[in-house]
């Protein structure tokens, strides 16, 4: 149905050691992960130059922007298409809908968001402003004195708390520096997307409501422990959780979603700093597993799903990259699984209703699991 | 398993003429329907003195703040418990979920919200302002020039576009313009509920996740044409609407959605000043009728549910306190039905997921019609 | 030219010991002064209830919202009449400006405003969040390809950084918690200023452009220190500066500013927590002597130029209070004026222009002292 | 003191003729002019290339972006150095600050801006949407019951209203829609100066203070009626305004600032749609004009001081570019000057003090004119 290999071909193209560069002093790679809190909060809103300076002791190891011309091979046309926005939740069919809520047999439904506040873990500078106007907002209006509430919010809407990751939000800078080449999902530039008031391409309206199978990677379970900063989730974990968790091993398949507990979430509004720092997660490997089932989301209780800093210390957030833009791959960070695995669940109806927000990179929501 | 012929007591025990102010200039009612798009922009924003200045001639016919201590009787405690905050989503049982998840044979998803974006038509002042900052907002990071996009939103996020009221978002000021004594649902005070960095209580992340039999009522097949600016509702057009498209006489139960199609949301970014002028909708006894079934939310293809003005020109959108307040029932407006209505829907499975923004007094949401 | 006896009366009526609690906790007044940075920020965001909780371990004391109808006497009307939107601004006239002109003999300008920027010492859950859109906003046009920037920034904007508080920021709440009766500067209601989208009255566009005589009264000179945390700043200490600094002794006219130098700007951006802990400043008895020469505004290199917490512990913010509403003096918070001291200059022409932000409650601004 | 010459050169090399478009529709070109209010509103938040499509027809002629390579004669270094970012505010020195308060004879103040309101004529999709967080805001705290109202406001602060522009506001993309090579004030690159949270550089808290001599030219004094949409103020009528106004001939000098009134103004909030879709005023020869005269910005009651469309239908905002980009002088919009022409008022103090907010692209503000 689709050429897979094709795509596959072009993870393979570019090796993690093409991606390195010469001469890169080795002490200042083996501080990384010593990042604080603060500097995660200050990298993400740093300019390019600041973080390449500050790259070597912190979150993404020593990366640096690459000179131009050195970021590989081209990943589009997309397996959907050469004009395709929607990326992997085409795959979410109505044959799709019907299995997944097969799964539901009690109706108990597990809520996997956080609640939206200004204490929540942000990164970089992101910001989180609720305001009531008025109180209340308007009235009293008629003999029935009606009176209103309403609320005012300005934020990184699809980038703050719990929230999806739509294809516009990340791309490559095939010439690093110099902009004149800035690649997205089915390889849309910088040109054809960007604008000031809204992405003109790939925004998040362009997202199918996602009603699929879901599936729980337990890691808590399976090491009896949380997972550490920057500790890499193998395929081999991913396997030891399928059988310890007794699900067939052919579970994951086209048009699902897979999820990470890796007891990182356990910090969320109560170590900010700690959270926010670095995290566990998947790296290239198994991110290539997961493309491999031919997913749709994936998702965790941390707030970048890959591990940070990556092991390889001149990468920043390559998993990020691999998913969204060469894969139309959705991520969805600082979701609540912690319930789901004390439970023994491993496999639900998951539903995100991502929102219609024109032109925006991601959806904040409200994804439950149903079981 | 409730008394609910106690809290449709309370709703007799405040007729409607009761609520009429004496004297009033029969004129300037005759006047009401005369609003122009402008008006209603301005009325919502306006301050209460100079909405009732306007409202012989405009939205809510001559309806005025009514004088200290004539409105009425006390509506609480909520049939769900004194502390309640939850509202009429208590009733989305597990039992629910899987009755309403049985009426899903083909997978079909029907999308029933608009795109949210800044041309859509908002009532009085607010705002939907959306900007990308930066291009791309950070990188490039790494050898793997890894660059993304965020997006900043500024808006009144819970009252703007397809939208869910919470239950915080309706009062009654019962003392009219003296503040001192203001009810919202379950009789909470604005000193409970109040608070400029969010509502303190009824926030919008008390709300379940809904998962539920809905039903589309559709006036435009029943009268063969859109409804009009002002045209009420009545219990007998829901009778023939249950009639003609052949649904059982108790086909709405308890814990059920309810839908109205009316034809209103054909002029949705189309001709915006008509839209927000007024529009069709039920009244004070559909709303009763509905509320005697035990729904947990009405929604609609216009932007109050409720006729406006309302007929009786005293009164500003009774049918928001009626329902809200009065008994912890939703309102979903600004929603796309005519898909369904064109496809001859009348009752499938409705899942709508309230984002958790704490102190929000409703929500955006992406809601779905599952058949 | 007016009533200052009238005025200052009502001042006398209202003894610091008719506003005590009776039967407070002692020790827990004993505890004052013991606020962590984080209870500022979270006190005035915090709701009433929440922060009467908090208030006997930290920044306001023990003060709690006094019962229904103690607070005292009314203020109102002004002495710039009943009606007077302008408070003491009115008092900067042609003579006053020509007069402050004849100051300057070099052409030096002291810039005494802080860059506003996120990083900067904000109080509560006040927030200051710039972004750029677009990178560019807008372009290329025309052969000539123009570009261009916008930036979009939301924040309290005129109550952070180097700000000037407005006639309609601070009231009283006559009867405490029950909100029936809340008043203003020359006796305004809430009900007549309250607005969701911007004051109705009081707003800060009423307030003229500031060109006037101003002093610099130095402490850090004075003490050789800087000033403590909490430590009140009394007319005897007001006096000394005057001799020491040589300024005449009737040297504050009618019409003039005041400016403190008490040291803590030392802390801005560099001890961001300390800073908003609390601060040294003015008490009720350095205010009204500063009053009783009929000045226009007062500013110092601190939050609020007054002592925090104050000394009776029982009192929350009354210099505001004091200043504000009941004299319609402007107060100018975390000005630059360090320079000034260190360069030795007492008087100057000062010059500050606010924005006519309509119906806000304060300015951002660049306040400048010429010489 | 300066190579004036060697910047005037510069500016003689780019002809107007040869940022000509070979082939253009002349037909196209005839049409400029006839441009919607909606249309202007339209453009500024456009994408380039719709832009483009509509640029036949409205406001900026039938300009495109020119193919790569073709803008013309790099502009830097500028006058003040390789590094400067303060521009033409350099020029006001202690003395120009003394010259221009002894034309202060009277003490009379000349308000130049309009209100901040979410009512003015914005430009594209500009926003200005200010909110009051809660009623009050704050309190009551305290046995002195105090309260308190903040404002949340959340705009392109720099770029509505009565605003002045800053050095970071306007570029040249040198390559057109190629990206690579975007240059700004004495040459910063894109790369340089943009930063998704504030610029880099040239943002407008790098401006100095404004106080130095004003110079009205009274056109609708000229005329004897308000200039029209698209006409040009051209040298002659400068000098015909100098003659008419007594001015000698010798009036404008190094570190003045010089005003437009055009009539225009007279739209404000009263025509909205008239005052955005065009308006009458400078073009590239009396811009050079003013530039000859080393002055340090051209304010006027309209909202760009040059005309628009421009005579040469392949220009967008030309004089924009030649005054910020090429030599750093700024622009100040949507003044206040019909007061200062009815009273005849020529040349004044004139004082701005722009905000020093971090990495905006220009500031509100409330200047003044003293006499």
New interface residues.
């Given amino acids: 149905m689709r050429d897979h290999d094709g795509r596959a071909q072009s993870v393979t193209d570019q090796p993690a050691d093409e ?3 010469d001469g890169v002093d080795t002490d200042r790679r083996a501080m990384m992960g010593l990042a604080t809190g603060g500097l995660v909060s200050t990298l ?2 740093m ?2 130059t600041s ?2 300076a500050a ?1 070597g002791i912190g979150l ?1 190891g020593n ?4 000179p131009a011309g ?2 590989g091979t081209p990943w589009w046309p997309s397996k959907y298409g050469k004009d395709d926005q929607v990326g992997a939740t085409n795959l979410i ?6 299995d997944a ?1 097969k799964l ?1 047999k ?4 597990y ?1 996997m ?6 204490s929540m873990p942000k990164f ?4 989180f ?31 703050v708390g719990t929230q999806m990751d739509g294809l ?7 010439k ?5 080449e ?1 690649r997205f999902y089915n390889g849309f530039t ?2 054809e997307i ?7 391409k790939l925004g998040v ?1 362009n997202v ?2 996602i ?1 699929t199978t879901g599936h729980l990677f337990d890691f808590v379970g399976l090491k009896g422990r949380n997972l550490n900063l920057g500790e890499e989730i193998t395929v081999a974990d991913l396997e030891a959780c399928i059988t310890r968790q007794k699900m067939p091993a052919d579970a994951i398949k086209s048009g699902d979603c897979v999820f990470l507990n890796t007891g990182w979430g356990s910090l969320w509004n109560k170590d900010n700093a700690q959270f926010t720092k670095g995290e566990p997660g998947i790296g290239l490997e198994a991110a290539k597993w997961f493309i491999s089932k031919d997913i749709v989301l994936i998702g965790a209780d941390q707030w970048a799903i890959e591990v940070v800093p990556n092991p390889d210390a ?5 998993v ?2 691999e998913l969204i833009a060469k894969n139309g791959i959705h991520i969805h960070e600082n979701l609540v699984t912690a319930e789901l695995a004390a439970d023994g669940v491993s496999t639900f109806c998951y ?12 959806s ?5 699991a ?1 079981v």
Same sequence: chains 1, 2, 3, 4.
Wanted: overall charge neutral; aromatic content about 4%; hydrophobic content about 40%.
């Fill in positions: 991606t390195m560069i993400l809103g300019t390019p973080a390449q790259a993404v990366a640096q922007a690459q050195a970021t069919t109505p044959a799709k809908i019907l809520l539901v009690t109706g108990k439904v809520d968001s956080h609640p939206y506040e200004s970089g500078e992101r910001a402003v609720l305001r009531i106007p008025g109180g209340p907002t308007g009235g009293p209006l008629g003999a029935n004195n009606v009176i209103w509430h309403d609320e005012f919010l300005a934020t990184e809407i699809g980038q516009g939000h990340i791309g490559m800078a095939f690093g520096e110099d902009r004149s800035m910088a040109a960007s604008g000031a008031y809204g992405l003109k309206e199918k409501p009603v001149n990468l920043a957030f390559p990020h990259q539903i995100m209703l991502p929102l219609k927000i024109k032109g925006a990179t991601g904040p929501g409200r994804p439950i149903l």
